[in-house]
């Protein structure tokens, strides 16, 4: 039996990077404060398209854990309503198919303005989401270890 792969992959959508960003970093900084030195980045366009790139990693046996970061914003068009709830149901079944676990902070603010004011709370609060993300993925990683 080959040892679990310490190595992760972020997901993240370029849709409002500027914000995504934030949880990003701030997830990579305390997964390497917690000695996780393998973080893979993947870039794809929006939060539609991470999962199926989080399939493809969960499946390639190289992970051992996979997390999707995105804003959807309610852009008047009410897209959020079916996008948000959609990628998150699609990447719970990818953690059941394939037994590697997987995460989100697929974030859908109400009444999200892009003005100075949301753009500022928004940033900060994606940093503290990112770390929040870290710590559940080292914390389930942990009891995974636990459990094997």
Known sequence: MSPM???IALVAARWHSDIVDKAVESCR???LARGYAEIDVIEVPGAFEIP?????LATSGAYA????VALV?????????FVAPTVVDALMRVQLDTDVPVFSAVLTPHHFHEHAEHL???A???VKKGAELANAIAATLALGAVNA
């Open 65 to 68: 854990a996979v997390a999707g």
């Open 29 to 31: 900084a305390e997964l």
């Open 120 to 122: 500022e709370y928004f």
């Open 73 to 81: 914003v309610d852009g008047g068009i009410y897209r959020h309503d």
């Open 52 to 56: 199926l790139q989080a399939k493809r």
């Open 124 to 126: 900060k609060h994606f």
């Open 5 to 7: 792969p310490n190595r």
